[in-house]
């Protein structure tokens, strides 16, 4: 089955470690999209890729870091530099970057202690 | 720059009965889309409907109809016949020139027996 696949789904670190949240996709999309969702708020977008070896920095990239080495996988790094990081983070992928439905991935809830 | 917004923090509909979820967005694009999802609260974004800018009817998928008002840059969807399976956020997304999906911030709905 083609889909977006984010794991794990649940992820629990020290304060201060540095911690990569997986997201692969096998629908040969060339974009994809990294987005953080605190509790009773809308996505706000982190880091997204139009195609492979290239990324751009979202509204909040600040403590994060994200590579696009193969099409199919965008790995998503949140640093030791990021303030307040525990949050629902969701992928997404799409065709294109416009005006193309995007699916996404059942999020990784990321809890730091 | 492309921005969306949901005026509508939380609503509730009795089951059974119509209702509608405003978005409003602001572009300068002559081509754009709009999309609306919906987040149970498993977390899981399941996308619903698509307006493409140069459509000339308003799009329907089953229960949901885009309410679409070109010259007020609106985007409503209106869920018709409510089912207690609504109850979850509604986001409505936009792509920007960049190649950014941008967000709304949601409304929470839910349905009262």
């Known amino acids: 089955d083609g889909g977006i696949t984010q794991s794990p789904k649940y992820l629990f670190r020290k304060e201060g470690q540095n911690v990569t949240l997986s997201c692969e996709q096998n629908?040969?999309?060339?974009?994809m999209y990294w987005y953080r969702q605190d509790p009773g708020q809308g996505l706000r977008l982190i880091y997204y890729?139009?195609?492979?070896?290239?990324?751009q920095k979202g509204d909040i990239a600040e403590g994060y870091s994200v590579s696009r080495e193969k099409k199919e996988s965008f790995p998503l790094t949140v640093t030791s530099a990021q303030k307040n990081p525990t949050a629902f983070y969701l992928c997404?992928?799409?065709?294109?970057?416009?005006?193309?439905?995007?699916?996404f991935g059942q999020g990784t809830r990321l809890t730091v202690v | 720059a492309q921005k969306i917004t949901q005026t509508q923090p939380g609503m509730f509909v009795q089951e059974k009965e119509a209702v509608t979820l405003d978005c409003t967005y602001d572009?300068?694009?002559?081509?754009?889309?709009l999309f609306w999802y919906k987040q149970p609260s498993s977390g899981e974004m399941i996308f619903l409907i698509y307006?493409?800018?140069?459509?000339?009817q308003n799009a329907t998928e089953g229960r949901y109809s885009l309410n679409f008002q070109k010259a007020r840059k609106s985007a409503n969807l209106v869920i018709s016949a409510s089912q207690l399976g609504d109850s979850a956020m509604y986001f409505c997304?936009?792509?920007?020139?960049?190649?950014?999906?941008?967000f709304g911030q949601g409304t929470e709905l839910s349905v009262k027996p």
């Open positions: 572009t300068s694009d002559q081509s754009y889309g």
């Open positions: 629908l040969n999309h060339d974009a």
């Open positions: 997404a992928s799409s065709i294109r970057a416009a005006n193309t439905e995007a699916f």
């Open positions: 997304a936009t792509y920007n020139q960049g190649g950014k999906l941008i």
């Open positions: 890729s139009q195609i492979v070896n290239d990324f």
């Open positions: 307006q493409g800018s140069y459509d000339e």
